[in-house]
């Protein structure tokens, strides 16, 4: 079965860190371009980076450019994003995704939950 | 940066209707890179439509998409009980890979 799982959501203070990871199975990880998208409570969808297949090329969102870093680790079938200088605003779900490039985003994880928060 | 602007916020309709969401760019989208999603409360989202007509594997053929430079549109012919949802559109011909604010289908 094709599926992505993320986790590592949770907690955090404004200003603090966090690493979200995206678990990947059923299908040639290596072989496709990931991305993230959060949503906010109540709130439409945002995409937040993306990354190629080698790691070698990624594209962020203006908001999160500097703060956040997408990176992947084929042999471990894994996605993550490490996020810093957390904020209020970076609160949301965040989703995983594989990036078919020019056919959308087909498959997706079920999301983890980041609150920044004091 | 392209900006999406999808129309009407919302759209009270009954099922068996049709339902006809629109989706404007501020810009042209290249190659029609335009891909429409569905979302239900408490779940991810679902591609529906890529490359602004081609449905997504399993997506029935109720579910239609159009358009090309600035102006989409997602058509539902029937409704299915099922179909009451949200949906987004999407350009990811360039980046970010902007997605437009949503229309909720709801039930009248």
């Known amino acids: 079965e094709v599926q992505l799982v993320e986790s590592g959501g949770g907690l955090v203070q404004p200003g603090g860190s966090l690493r979200l990871s995206c678990a990947a199975s059923g299908f040639t990880f290596s072989s496709y371009w990931m991305t993230w998208v959060r949503q906010a409570p109540g709130k439409g969808l945002e995409w937040v980076a993306n990354i190629n297949q080698h790691g070698s090329e990624k594209n962020y969102v203006d908001s999160v450019k500097g703060r956040f870093t997408i990176s992947r680790d084929n042999a471990k079938n894994s996605l993550y994003l490490q996020m810093n200088s957390l904020r209020a605003e970076d609160t949301a779900v965040y989703y995983c995704?594989?990036?078919?490039?020019?056919?959308?985003?087909?498959?997706w994880g079920q999301g983890t939950m980041v609150t920044v928060s004091s | 940066e392209i900006v999406l602007t999808q129309s009407p916020g919302t759209l009270s309709l009954s099922p068996g209707e049709r339902a006809t969401l629109s989706c404007r760019a501020s810009q042209s989208v290249s190659s029609s890179y335009l891909a429409w999603y569905q979302q239900k409360p408490g779940q991810a989202p679902r591609l529906l439509i890529y490359g602004a007509s081609s449905r997504a594997t399993g997506i029935p053929d109720r579910f239609s998409g159009s358009g090309s430079g600035t102006d989409f549109t997602l058509t539902i012919s029937r409704l299915e009980p099922e179909d009451f949802a949200v949906y987004y559109c999407q350009q990811y011909g360039s980046s970010p890979r902007a997605f437009g604010g949503g229309t909720k289908v709801e039930i009248k």
């Open positions: 995704a594989r990036d078919l490039y020019y056919d959308g985003f087909d498959i």
